[in-house]
């Protein structure tokens, strides 16, 4: 499911949508809560797409099993994820991670508790089913070294305004350490002098909207790109970063889509040879790491990165690996 939704039908579902059967034998109560839940509740596309997979997951399940909605009890959600496995490309099934067992479980405690709000059933079968143990300590993403991430700059070629745009969208990436959504979504306004400084305005996920002093570097390079693009004056409305023609090394009027940062960064960075493992989010993680390595406060850090828990700027820290690299090298065998 989509964050472009078609316009709902007189049942109060999205047209063509299917329903599991065992949702839609449930009656009318059941088919609008469940419209509630996805279409009126959760804002977010990207975790309605989640929540959606899971939810539609287990009650295809549940109806294999022979279960009513009804009928479906702590003990069928505990087992469904005890089975709970994924099947490889090659046709072979594994167990899923802990992490996904408990994105799904957290799906099926939201869904059902608006179930019980609208009086499809009388209890959450789901609120008593506990996860699995997980916890982590740091993140798995790997982190691109500063030489690295200084290599991959000066490797983009800039005799063209693609390769302007590219070096942009990298240094706002390192120098800010935003995430790839949401300099996809910058626009010419987002891009201002406040009379002292350069800023950027970044929207990110969950609402949030931050304002990130732009360093002088980072200011030359979006400069550049600008004058190139001819986006000095363009309306204020307007992507600030665009798509390409890229045989043509022309820009077109379409905004880039976090997924068209992805893809060009992963493909500057092969053309440089840095390892594969590395990603966009790779920046993310350098930048937050060296911040923390020369003593800026963890505060500081917290919000120059957008997190509300200091606990998940933490996952971004890749000092620890490194004191461990430090003791494992001292070991004398």
């Known amino acids: ?105 957290a799906a099926l405690r939201h869904f059902f508790d608006a179930l019980v709000t609208r009086h499809v059933v009388i209890l959450n079968p789901a609120a008593s089913v506990r996860g699995e143990r997980y916890q982590v300590v740091e993140g798995k993403t790997p982190e691109i070294t500063v030489p690295q991430a200084r290599k991959l700059l000066e490797s983009i070629g800039t005799s063209h305004v693609v390769g302007l745009r590219d070096r942009a969208v990298i240094a706002t990436m390192i120098y800010t350490t935003a995430r790839g959504g949401a300099v996809a979504k910058l626009r010419r306004r987002d891009f201002y002098f406040v009379g002292e400084q350069w800023s950027l305005r970044f929207h990110e996920k969950g609402g949030k909207s931050r304002e990130i002093p732009v360093r002088h570097d980072l200011k030359g390079y979006l400069s550049e790109y600008l004058d190139a693009a001819g986006l000095r004056d363009a309306p204020k409305d307007s992507p600030l970063f665009r798509t390409a023609v890229r045989k ?86």
């Open 1 to 105: 499911m989509g964050s472009n939704l078609i316009p709902a039908s007189k049942s109060g579902l999205v047209k063509g949508e299917a329903l599991p059967p065992i949702l839609d034998a449930a009656g009318k109560a059941a088919r609008f809560a469940y419209q509630e839940f996805f279409y009126g509740e959760i804002r977010n596309p990207h975790t309605r797409l989640a929540y959606h997979r899971a939810v539609k997951k287990f009650l295809l399940w549940c109806q294999d099993q022979d279960l009513e909605l009804q009928q479906i009890s702590p003990g069928a959600v505990g087992h469904y994820l005890d089975q709970l496995k994924v099947t490889t490309s090659e046709g072979q099934q594994h167990a899923v991670a802990i992490s996904t067992k408990k994105l799904a479980l």
């Open 248 to 333: 043509e090394k022309r820009l077109t009027q379409t905004a880039l889509t976090t997924n068209d940062v992805y893809r060009m960064i992963k493909r500057r960075m092969r053309d440089v040879g840095l390892p594969p493992e590395l990603s966009s989010h790779s920046l993310r993680v350098a930048g937050i790491t060296d911040l923390l390595s020369q003593g800026v406060p963890m505060e500081d850090v917290q919000y120059l990165a957008g997190h509300a828990d200091p606990r998940t700027t933490r996952l971004y820290d890749r000092r620890r690996r490194r004191v461990t690299q430090n003791i494992v090298e001292r070991i004398s065998v």
